[in-house]
């Protein structure tokens, strides 16, 4: 048996070892359009500010490949997948019986006037990128960030250490505003501006000219280097052009079995249910990557026990000391069928969503405590009746009524 994997990241490192445990034989090959060993893409920022080297930036160690007898092709990009066999940017052919797509995400790049071709345009998405800038940004550099999202913001916090004058441009009316409500997002902007990031809301970057960018309100900016980050999309251009069924992203069945028997995707290029509020949407998470290459991995091997049954979004991040954690439903469109409690105290913020007497959400900035409990009773659609005490002040197994908390520690029930 002939595996293919294309993608060598959370999806594609978990649909290997996978393969492995159930056939030690068959022929594994991973591709990569990047040069280097698997790395953790979040690291990406912390290789900027320092506290990251190239030797800690693997999740696997660079012997990982050779120890599980894995054929790798690193720094050729796939371009097409014909008749049984994947070809390469170079010609090359590799021929598969299973073939998995983990191709993750590319950069979105909106429409700005004046960036094209020119070298001092980045993204920040991949392990080059953040080289890339290392290389090139000096103490005195202008730094403009297209973006106030997770990535826009990790950059500037790498930034941070290399540069002084980092300027963030966020179209929304709060920074985060994907994960984040308008309060929180308040928090998080203030924050980085007394770190010494500025923060610019409601507009966006029209034109980049020599040495500064216009503004949409009309403003000028000064500015030696543009990142662009406002965004991702699911890399399905591959899925696409062979005919798989597509729609925001790759359509799977529960095994990560796409609408050709032989063809599997994991990962950020697949659309996902979303537990919580029954739709399809992508759920670019790293955990939710690693559970779905598990079990495409195992359906490929012929080992489909585990299915995929949905995941919901989630989100911890830090920026600056401020922890920002997000789960779950978190700004409804009505509110009126939702209880919402929100907790502000200087830089902690705790926001609760709450319907038919389950948590469905939460926001917790610098109040990471029992995130994990919180997150169980999301996941699991725990009755709050079954709890004493009001959640919204802190919980801990004791308060679980002793049914509940016999399961959640496996025990039996009454004990």
């Known amino acids: ?18 393969i492995r445990k159930f056939d ?54 796939a371009v097409k997948i014909a008749d049984k066999h994947v070809v390469l940017d170079n010609g090359d052919k590799v021929s598969y019986d299973k073939l998995l797509l983990a191709t993750g995400s590319v950069p979105f790049v909106p429409t700005i006037s004046g960036i094209e071709g020119k070298d001092n345009v980045f993204t920040f998405l991949k392990y080059d990128d953040a080289i890339a800038l290392k290389a090139v940004v000096k103490k005195d550099s202008r730094v403009v960030i297209v973006g106030g999202g997770l990535i826009g913001l990790k950059a500037a916090e790498g930034l941070h250490t290399l540069c002084d004058d980092i300027t963030v441009v966020e179209f929304a009316d709060r920074v985060l505003a994907a994960v984040i409500d308008k309060q929180g997002g308040t928090i998080v902007s203030d924050h980085l501006e007394n770190n010494g990031i500025k923060c610019i809301l409601n507009n966006t970057v029209d034109t980049l000219r020599d040495g500064e960018v216009l503004l949409k309100s009309g403003d000028v900016l000064p500015c030696d280097f543009l990142i662009v980050a406002v965004g991702v999309r699911p890399a399905i251009t591959l899925a696409k052009n062979f005919g798989l069924t597509v729609n925001r992203g790759i ?21 996902s249910y979303d537990i919580l509020d029954g739709t399809q949407k992508i759920l670019a998470l790293w955990p939710n990557a690693v559970r779905q290459g598990r079990i495409a ?3 490929m091997a012929g080992h489909a026990d585990e299915l995929f049954d949905g995941g919901m979004p989630l989100n911890s991040v830090g920026f600056f000391g401020l922890k920002v954690m997000t789960c779950g439903i978190i700004n409804p469109a009505d509110e009126s069928g939702y209880e919402i409690v929100r907790i502000a105290k200087g830089q902690q913020y705790k926001k609760f969503v709450m319907q038919n007497n389950m948590l469905k959400g939460f926001i ?24 004493d ?3 919204t002040n802190g919980i801990g197994l004791i308060n679980f009524k002793p049914e509940e908390r016999a399961k959640k520690i496996g025990g039996g029930a009454g004990r």
């Open 1 to 18: 048996m002939s595996y293919v994997i294309i993608g060598n990241s959370a999806a594609g490192i978990a649909a290997a070892e996978s």
């Open 24 to 77: 030690q034989k068959g022929k594994v090959t991973i591709i990569s359009d990047e040069p280097h060993n698997t790395y953790g893409r979040p690291l990406i920022s912390y290789f900027l500010k320092g506290t990251s080297t190239a030797g800690t930036m693997h999740f696997r160690k660079p012997p990982f490949y050779t120890d599980n007898g894995i054929d790798t092709i690193f720094g050729h990009a």
């Open 251 to 271: 359509v799977t069945n529960t095994h990560m079995q796409t609408s050709v028997p032989d063809i599997y995707a994991a990962g950020d290029c697949v659309e």
């Open 297 to 299: 991995g195992a359906s």
């Open 364 to 387: 917790l900035i610098n109040a990471p405590n029992r995130a994990g409990l919180y997150t169980t009773l999301i996941r699991d659609g725990v009755d709050l009746a079954t709890i």
């Open 389 to 391: 005490g009001d959640i």
